[in-house]
């Protein structure tokens, strides 16, 4: 028997969306402003200081739509960035009838007894692809769920087929479900939507992330029984109730990722945490290979270092193929195609994860990046006698990922680089700028009068 049974009716209603109380208000921050903004920063400034790493957006993402299956208790999630997009969740959460207070500090409780909508709001739910990880828990919870489907042509399938079976009303019964691609998703829908079906699920194909483990970490904790997370399969035996509890959200590797990759840039060094090193070995063995000094300082301390004197001459480029964890990730590629533009050699880069995963390489040569795009690869000329550098000039994010990498590649460009679409990069980066002012990156978060820039415009 199919683990979903899933009565959906569409279209979509939109429920009336919840006030929040005072305490559960969106923090107030530069990422909250609604006007279009920009970064405007000045290349050539070396790196150095330490830099604190926020909690893993995507893990606290799930997280957040897990305490939707906790019917006896209050959850109090520590580690919570404060992002465009975990402000979302909670919205999507409140809009179901769960009360969210912010704590300080990235700590949010979360209250979900009284939940008894299972129609999210449409509004918030179209602002965010992760919003579809309610559909598990309120399916579990109460029989049925009616929630719209994220619009995204990617392969991969982000639109609810790969995770829905049959809708036969009967509630959830557990089955054997093997997944057809190790989907991060649909392996953290499917556990949990297990965590409360009748009887034994077994995933197979299972996604291995650390976000996976870290959600299954958080469900046993609130008194769920599940095996085998962080492996390709999982086993989970159905509760009748889950009850909450206190816990902290992952380092966020992507985040710690792409500073390591700024000290690669800027040929800097600078040293961050909390990370967990593990999470970050493939792409520690790229820098080495490139020729960046990586020393685990203490267990969740990394210092990198790209500083000629400590590599002994300049960055060498390398070839990477991205795949599911424990592969290189994919949300690593377009920092590292920045990277790679600076770095001696040709270096090959093959996206095998998402399709239409590399609009920011136009963007990158703008910049004076000589970068070869066919179909899902890369191939990066980097630095030559006759292309030294990377130029500033006026580019725009189009996605999140290929936001922070222009970000990069404009801290090592010669002059001024401007980096539109600043609310894409909000979306996983808490306080970008800040951290990186910290560290003596000139870089600082103007109003953007819109694509009217005194710089040049590359063709």
Known sequence: MALFSIPLSLPCVKPPSAVPTKNETSITSPQNLALDQKFVISGGQQLSGRVEVSGSKNSAL?????????SAGPSLIRGVPDLADTRTMADVLRSLGAKVEEMGDGDLMVDSREV???????????????????????????GEAEVSLPVVSIRRLRDGKVYVRAANGRGLVGAHFHLSFPSVGATETLMMAACMAEG???LTNAAQEPEV?????????????????????????????????????????????TFMIAAAITRSSITLSPVIPRHLQSLMDKL??????????????????????RTGGDLQGFDLVTLPYPGFATDLQPQCISLLATCCGKSNIEESVFENRMH??????KLGALIELNGNSASIEGRTPWNMALRGCRVEAADLRGGAALVLA??????????GGVTHIDRGYQALETKLQSLGANIKREVDSIHQSPLPVAH
Do not use: N, W
């Open 288 to 309: 080495a290979i490139a020729g960046c000094k990586i020393t685990q300082r203490g267990s969740r301390i990394l210092e990198v270092s790209a500083m000629p004197s």
């Open 116 to 142: 008894g909508s299972v129609e999210p709001c449409e509004d918030a739910m179209g602002k965010i692809r992760a919003g579809f990880f309610v559909l598990g828990p309120l399916v579990a919870r109460f």
């Open 200 to 202: 034994v699920s077994v």
């Open 213 to 257: 483990s870290d959600l299954a970490e958080y469900l046993v904790s609130c008194g769920a029984c599940i095996e085998g997370a962080g492996t390709s399969k999982i086993v989970v035996t159905g509760r009748k109730h889950l009850h909450g509890s206190e816990f902290t959200i992952i380092p966020d590797r992507i985040e710690a990722g």
């Open 62 to 70: 799930a997280v957040l739509a897990g305490t939707l299956c906790c």
């Open 360 to 365: 920011h390489v136009k963007e990158l040569q």
């Open 410 to 419: 404009g801290m090592a460009a010669e002059g001024a680089t401007e980096v």
